[in-house]
C-alpha cells in the first residue's frame, strides 16, 4: 500500500500535473458555481448545447489565431440566438430547436477539424487535454474563469432573482434580457473553459452536476453555491490524482468524481435524499 | 402605433391615466379602447367575467402585453420609468416560480427592495426593516426562515404580497388576490387593503367577489373587452350593469352567476 504522503505529494513534482491540478481546480470551481444557475434556471440541456455550439468558433478562432474564448463567444451565444429565432418563427418546439442547432454546429465544427489543417487535435478538444494544455490556452482559460467568476459574483442577486421569477425582475426595473445574455455569455465561457479541461462531450457534467448535487443538501442559495464549489473543487483535485496514478482519463475520472458526488448525496442527503425522506415517511403518513 | 400624448405633469391626482387602451394576442382582441383614469387613495375593484381581459389589464399596466393602441401614465410617467422608480407594484394572478427553489420567505420578501439597491444589490439597514415591516403586516414574520414552497397557498399569496408591500410602491396592482385564499387570509388582506388607502396608496384589485367591491372599493370598473361602466361604487355597481357585464343572469338573482374558479 502507497504511503498517503507520497500518493498526496509526488505529482507535484511535475510541472505538468501542477498546471493540470490549478486548471481543472479553478474551472471545476467556476463552473460549479455557474451550475447552480443552470439547475435552477433549468438550462442545463442549453448548457448541453453551447457546449457543442462552440467547435465551430474554437477551430476558427485557432486557424486565424484569434483568442478561442472569442470564437467560442461568438458561435455559444449565436446558436442561442437561432435557436430562439426557430422556436419564434416555426412551429417546432425549444427542445426539438435545441438538438437541430447544437448538432448541426457540432456538425459543421467536425467538418471544419477536418479540413482547416491547424494545430487543433480534434481528440483534444472532444475528451479534454488537461495534461498537456499549452502555457497560452491555460493563461486564456484562467482569464476566463476569473471573468466568469467576477460576473457571477457581482450579479449573482439579479441573477438568482432572474432564476427565481424574471417578471418582477421586470416589474421592479430590472432588465431581464440583459441577464438573459450574461448568462448565457458567462454559460458560453465557462463551456469553453471547461472544454480545456474535460473536453466538449463531458465538459455540460461540469455545468450541471455539481449545482444539481448541491441543491439536494441544502434550502438555501448561498449555501447551494459553496456546497456546489466545494465539490467542483474536490472532484478535479481528486479526479486529476486519480488519474494520474491510474493512468485513467482525466475528463472521465474528474467527472466519474462529480457523479459519484451526486449519487452519494442523491441517497444520503438529509431532507430530499433517498434515505432522508424515507425516516421522515412513517411520521408524515 | 398609437397617438404620442404627452403625460400631463408630475402632479399628484390622477396617478393613472389609460387612454384608448387595445391589446391583442395575435388575432385574438383582449381589450379594446380602454380608457380609465385611478386617482391617488382610493381602491378600484375591477370586476368582469373569465376572460374579459381583467389580466391582460394588468399586463399592458405593467408592460408585459403590449399596446397595439393607446396610452399609460402612470404617476406622469411612462410604465418603465415607473417601475424603475418603484412606482408600481404587481402580483399577479397566479405566481409561476419554482416552488422548490433554495429561498427563505424573508429572501423572496427582499427581492421587493432589489430596485432600490445599489448595483450589487447589498442590503441596507433600511432594506431589512421594510423586509421585516411587509412581513410582520402579513403576519409572516414568525414563517421568515421557511423555504418559500413550505408555505400554504394563503401564506404563498401573503409572502407574494408582502414582497409588493416591501417595494413601497404608491402604487398596487392586484390580480384576483382572493383567488383561492383561506378565510383568515382574506380577512387579512381586506383590512389591509383599507390600510394602504389609508395611506394613500391607490389600489386596482381584480375580483369575483362582489361582498368585496361593496365592502371596501371606492370605485369600480365593469370590463368585458373594453370598459363598459366605470366609476363610483354606489353609482355604478347597479344590477342593470351587472346584467350587462354578465350576461342576463345576474337580474333574476340566481346565487352566483359569475365564475369562481381561474380566469
Ligand atoms: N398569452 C395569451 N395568448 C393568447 N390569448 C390570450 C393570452 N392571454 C390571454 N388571452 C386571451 O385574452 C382574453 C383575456 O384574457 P385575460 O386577460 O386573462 O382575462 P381575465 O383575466 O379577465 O380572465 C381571453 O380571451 C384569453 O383567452
Ligand atoms: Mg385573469
Known amino acids: 500500500m502507497m504511503d498517503i504522503v507520497t500518493?498526496?505529494?509526488?505529482?507535484?513534482?511535475?510541472?505538468?500535473?501542477?498546471?493540470?491540478?490549478?486548471?481543472?481546480?479553478?474551472?471545476?470551481?467556476?463552473?460549479?458555481l455557474l451550475s447552480c444557475f443552470m439547475t435552477l434556471k433549468g438550462w442545463a440541456l442549453m448548457g448541453d448545447a453551447v457546449s457543442h455550439a462552440v467547435l465551430p468558433g474554437v477551430v476558427i478562432a485557432y486557424a486565424l489565431g484569434l483568442p478561442f474564448a472569442l470564437?467560442?463567444?461568438?458561435?455559444?451565444?449565436?446558436?442561442?440566438?437561432?435557436?430562439?429565432?426557430?422556436?419564434?418563427?416555426?412551429?417546432?418546439?425549444?427542445?426539438?430547436?435545441?438538438?437541430?442547432?447544437?448538432?448541426?454546429?457540432?456538425?459543421?465544427?467536425?467538418?471544419?477539424?477536418?479540413?482547416?489543417?491547424?494545430?487543433?487535435?480534434?481528440?483534444?478538444?472532444?475528451?479534454?487535454?488537461?495534461?498537456?494544455?499549452?502555457?497560452?490556452d491555460l493563461q486564456q482559460t484562467i482569464v476566463i474563469a476569473v471573468l466568469v467568476l467576477l460576473v457571477l459574483l457581482v450579479f449573482?442577486?439579479?441573477?438568482?432573482?432572474?432564476?427565481?421569477?424574471?417578471?418582477?425582475?421586470?416589474?421592479?426595473?430590472?432588465?431581464?434580457?440583459?441577464?438573459?445574455?450574461?448568462?448565457?455569455?458567462?454559460?458560453s465561457l465557462a463551456a469553453v473553459a471547461g472544454l480545456q479541461t474535460v473536453g466538449i462531450i463531458l465538459v455540460v457534467a461540469m455545468?450541471?452536476?455539481?449545482?444539481?448535487?448541491?441543491?439536494?443538501?441544502?434550502?438555501?442559495?448561498?449555501?447551494?453555491?459553496?456546497?456546489?464549489v466545494a465539490s467542483g473543487v474536490f472532484s478535479s483535485v481528486v479526479g486529476t490524482y486519480v488519474s494520474y496514478w491510474s493512468d485513467a482519463s482525466p475528463a472521465g475520472c474528474i467527472v466519474l468524481v462529480q457523479t459519484?458526488?451526486?449519487?452519494?448525496?442523491?441517497?444520503?442527503a438529509p431532507k430530499h435524499g433517498l434515505l432522508g425522506r424515507k425516516t421522515i415517511r412513517p411520521f408524515s403518513r | 402605433m398609437g397617438t404620442v400624448r404627452l403625460c400631463p405633469g408630475a402632479q399628484p391626482p390622477p396617478r393613472i391615466v389609460v387612454h384608448n387602451l387595445s391589446v391583442s394576442y395575435g388575432s385574438v382582441l383582449a381589450l379594446s379602447k380602454v380608457s380609465l383614469q385611478l386617482k391617488q387613495g382610493i381602491i378600484c375593484g375591477l370586476v368582469g367575467m373569465n376572460g374579459s381581459g381583467k389580466s391582460t389589464l394588468f399586463k399592458a399596466l405593467?408592460?408585459?402585453?403590449?399596446?397595439?393602441?393607446?396610452?399609460?401614465?402612470?404617476?406622469?410617467?411612462?410604465?418603465?420609468?415607473?417601475?424603475?422608480?418603484?412606482?408600481?407594484?404587481?402580483?399577479?394572478?397566479a405566481e409561476s416560480v419554482d416552488w422548490d427553489f433554495p429561498l427563505s420567505v424573508a429572501d423572496v420578501v427582499m427581492m421587493g427592495r432589489y430596485g432600490s439597491m445599489g448595483l450589487l444589490r447589498i442590503p441596507r439597514s433600511c432594506d431589512y426593516e421594510a423586509v421585516r415591516h411587509s412581513l410582520e403586516r402579513v403576519e409572516?414574520?414568525?414563517?421568515?426562515?421557511r423555504q418559500i414552497g413550505e408555505l400554504s397557498g394563503g401564506q404563498r399569496k401573503r409572502a407574494f404580497l408582502a414582497r409588493a408591500l416591501a417595494q413601497g410602491a404608491s402604487i398596487l396592482l392586484l390580480d384576483e388576490p382572493f383567488n383561492g385564499v383561506d378565510?383568515?387570509?382574506?380577512?387579512?388582506?381586506?383590512?389591509?387593503?383599507?390600510?394602504?388607502?389609508?395611506?394613500?396608496?391607490?389600489?386596482?384589485?381584480?375580483?369575483?367577489?362582489?361582498?368585496h367591491i361593496t365592502g371596501f372599493c371606492d370605485q369600480v370598473v365593469l370590463i368585458n373587452k373594453t370598459v363598459l361602466a366605470y366609476g363610483e361604487t354606489s353609482e355604478v355597481f347597479t344590477q342593470e350593469n351587472l346584467a350587462l357585464t354578465f350576461g342576463g343572469s345576474v337580474l333574476d338573482r340566481s346565487p352566483s352567476p359569475y365564475d369562481q374558479t381561474n380566469g
Open chain 1, 7 to 32: 500518493w498526496l505529494t509526488e505529482p507535484f513534482q511535475h510541472v505538468f500535473m501542477v498546471k493540470a491540478l490549478l486548471v481543472s481546480s479553478v474551472v471545476g470551481g467556476v463552473c460549479a
Open chain 1, 71 to 136: 470564437g467560442a463567444f461568438v458561435f455559444g451565444v449565436g446558436s442561442v440566438a437561432i435557436i430562439g429565432l426557430i422556436k419564434q418563427s416555426t412551429r417546432v418546439k425549444e427542445d426539438t430547436a435545441i438538438g437541430l442547432v447544437f448538432t448541426g454546429f457540432f456538425a459543421l465544427g467536425l467538418v471544419l477539424v477536418s479540413k482547416v489543417r491547424s494545430s487543433v487535435d480534434l481528440s483534444h478538444i472532444l475528451f479534454g487535454n488537461v495534461l498537456g494544455i499549452p502555457p497560452q
Open chain 1, 156 to 187: 449573482r442577486r439579479d441573477l438568482i432573482l432572474f432564476c427565481f421569477d424574471p417578471t418582477h425582475a421586470q416589474s421592479i426595473g430590472i432588465s431581464t434580457g440583459f441577464l438573459h445574455y450574461l448568462l448565457l455569455s458567462s454559460l
Open chain 1, 207 to 228: 455545468l450541471v452536476t455539481p449545482g444539481a448535487t448541491a441543491y439536494l443538501l441544502t434550502d438555501s442559495f448561498l449555501t447551494m453555491g459553496w456546497l456546489a
Open chain 1, 260 to 268: 459519484l458526488l451526486f449519487v452519494a448525496a442523491m441517497v444520503l
Open chain 2, 62 to 93: 405593467m408592460g408585459f402585453a403590449r399596446p397595439s393602441t393607446g396610452t399609460i401614465c402612470i404617476n406622469g410617467q411612462s410604465v418603465a420609468q415607473a417601475q424603475r422608480h418603484q412606482m408600481v407594484a404587481y402580483v399577479p394572478q
Open chain 2, 140 to 145: 409572516l414574520w414568525p414563517l421568515r426562515h
Open chain 2, 183 to 211: 378565510v383568515r387570509t382574506e380577512r387579512l388582506m381586506a383590512h389591509l387593503f383599507r390600510a394602504f388607502r389609508y395611506e394613500q396608496r391607490t389600489l386596482l384589485i381584480s375580483t369575483h367577489d362582489m361582498g
